[in-house]
């Protein structure tokens, strides 16, 4: 119960101290000396009213003006408390308006007209899309291998197991050579192995000096002849 809501609760007098939520008004009370006081004073306040209305021959209709003076005083401590929470929860819906507003008008704006350029260009030269790709991420622009770029056909994040590490495909008819690059802080590169099944091999490849990386090669060919440069001009185009 925070302090709002228990001064709501003492505003109401003995009705605000009992009924439901009295225990957890209560122990605010013992947690809250701000509260506390708040507290005493009122119920000192109906304490004295009552005891002066019991004592002394009251004229005719101050009775009803004395309750009238001591609810209208509540009902305005009441007012009081009900307006700041309502003050604090126009805060909060302004507050989110504003930020919904912001976030809004600075949403990033996308020149598909750019789009339309980078993709002429990754198409007309890939191998240096490719490298520069690689080289913004603090990897070697280079791959292992002299692979022909006519096959590239994507290049981006890729999931190898759990980890998700930068990966370059290459495609040539129905047959593909995923090469993914993985650093040591993502795998334990000591436990990568060539592996084959029935229908895909795994080669991994690393470079000499650099025992902090690795590449990790899903094909669906016996070998990754039919990818790299040499092989382009025994075979004819697909």
């Keep these: 119960m925070n302090c709002e809501y228990a001064q709501l609760r003492i505003a109401l ?3 605000g101290r009992t ?3 009295a225990e957890g008004f209560q122990a605010h009370l013992r947690a809250c000396p701000q509260c506390a006081a708040i507290s005493v004073r009122e119920s000192a306040f109906d304490s004295a009213l009552a005891s002066a209305m ?3 021959a009251l004229p005719t209709g101050l009775h009803d003006r004395l309750l009238k003076s001591a609810y209208a005083r509540r009902s305005a401590t009441f007012r009081r408390s009900v307006g700041r929470a309502f003050a604090m929860a126009a805060a909060v819906v302004l507050a989110l308006g504003v930020g919904t507003g912001i976030y809004w008008r600075t949403r ?3 020149d598909t007209n750019d789009l339309a ?3 002429e260009l990754e198409r007309e030269t890939p191998r240096e899309t490719v490298q520069n790709w690689l080289a913004r991420r603090d990897l070697p622009a280079a791959l292992p ?3 022909e770029y006519r096959w590239h056909a994507f290049h981006g994040l890729g999931e190898l197991g759990e980890a998700e590490v930068p990966v370059v495909v290459f495609q040539r008819g129905g047959d ?3 090469v993914f690059i993985v650093k040591d802080s993502k795998v334990k590169l000591e436990t990568l192995k060539d592996a084959q099944s029935s229908l895909c091999k795994v080669t991994v490849l690393r470079i000499p000096g ?4 690795a590449y990790v090669v899903i094909h669906s060919t016996d070998n990754l002849d039919p990818f790299l440069r040499q092989n382009l001009a025994e075979r004819p185009p697909l």
Excluded: Q
């Excluded at 650099?210 to 990386?213: E, G, S, V, W």
């Design 13 to 15: 007098g003995n009705e």
């Design 19 to 21: 009924g439901e939520g």
């Design 54 to 56: 019991n004592a002394v």
């Design 108 to 110: 990033p704006h996308l």
């Design 117 to 119: 350029i980078r993709g």
């Design 145 to 147: 291998l002299d692979f």
């Design 176 to 178: 593909f050579a995923r």
């Design 210 to 213: 650099r025992n902090d990386l």
